[in-house]
């Protein structure tokens, strides 16, 4: 009966309080809930209905949001109880959503439906950042948005470095460099420069193999050329130019396994060929994730990410190709960053981050001092992939409810919330000796036999009456 009466949004929505249960989980970043908290406070909530399903138009995938925070909300307001009879009721087709809805809980849906948008704290700003008077659209550089911000784009993905800016402009599937749209490609994650400026390495979904795979390209700005890497199962990879040297970073992922992949990028034919060769590949615990590499420009080792484990987040800065590392540790609980990037001609590294209830904020961690800033401005859009250009301002991507759009940030108008220095731990990764682990493997498995696994055989049969 669950066919017919449970939709895929109250499913997945069911399934999100789930995996929040933890302490962990999409519902306990404000990241996640930026699109909610967005939807009410630009008043475009949609009704119930209409994120039931997937959407033809953007955002494609809100039903898993709006059901998460849904369902999370009648947990805590109306209790465990009448929430499991909900699903009794609709598992067993005892009755409609709705129907069942009023039978577990005594109020219709809608009206349910309502009353959690009403709950939902959503900060007491301006829905236009532009109004905040430290805020300016990047295409104008006024308080008025362009034709450009307002067409419905998808600015994502910023990086930046000493020749220039690059974003991703997601419903054109293109690449912008200084403003200009240098290359096209379907299903870009993320596209980021080189410190130099010279590569840009794009991690995208393959969608023409039976499963979906993510896998990375590289396009040098100087030969024009694009040149592809052997394999699949990467993430947010980075190019980091190291004394001369350039290595491909990425996050490396295949099941619950994760590792940081580094490759060697070696140029021949004068410089206008490259070559891909692996060359390291740390492992990381199984409740680690490596991301948001950047490369720090030879500074301190060459490169920094950010790193979540369990439900901690820090940021870390190691030499490529070497074990040793310095973590830095945030200073509240329950803090979120995202979105790494080095300013240009400096030492300082820019951040997004949230804690519970507020948007995403501009944060700072100057790597010289090793002291973090965190602002306190909440602003409609929130803060995504800051980066600082050339002249010194901040340009960011605003994440609305129907598109995002690119913004510049005057920094010297924010308000501090917290100036403290860095807790910083020193420490080596330390590397698995492969002969062993293997050696190991080997003396606890067993001899492969198909003949287990055959307890017995079940042949459907058919037939066809043919009077």
Known sequence: PSLFTVSSGLAEGATMTSEASSGEGRLNSEFSMHIVKQAKLEKEFPEYDDVQGGSTVFPYGSFY??????????QK??????????WYLLVNGANFPSGAFKKAFGIELNKAWKQFEYDLYVPSIDDNPLNTGYVTDFFTGTDQFSSKNLAGPLY???SASKEGTLWVE?????????????????NVDTAKLSADGRIIAVTYFDTKSPAVLRKVKLY?????KTINVEGSGYADATVICKRNMY???SMGFSSSKKWIDVKELEFTENGKKINVRNKQKIDMALNTTPSYFVDLDNYKGGMAYVKKEGLNYSIVVTEVGKSEIQEYKLPYEKMVIRDLSLSVGSNELLFSWTKPGTMPRLGKLNLDTEEFTFYKEDISGGIFTPVRQNDGKILYSGHFYRSYRLLVLDESK??????????????????????VETARALAKSKPYSSFDYFQGMFIPLSGINVN
């Open 65 to 74: 949001y709006f059901n998460g925070a849904f369902n999370q909300w009648l």
């Open 77 to 86: 307001k109306y209790g465990y109880e009448k929430y499991s009879y909900w």
């Open 156 to 158: 994502q993905s910023l």
């Open 170 to 186: 997601k419903k054109q599937n293109g690449v912008f460099y200084n403003g200009k749209k240098i290359f096209s490609r379907l």
């Open 220 to 224: 040098d700005t100087q030969t024009k």
């Open 247 to 249: 290595y491909l970073v």
């Open 414 to 435: 924010l308000t501090i919330e917290l100036n403290s220095s860095a807790e910083k731990t020193e420490y080596y990764y330390v590397l698995p000796d492969k002969k």
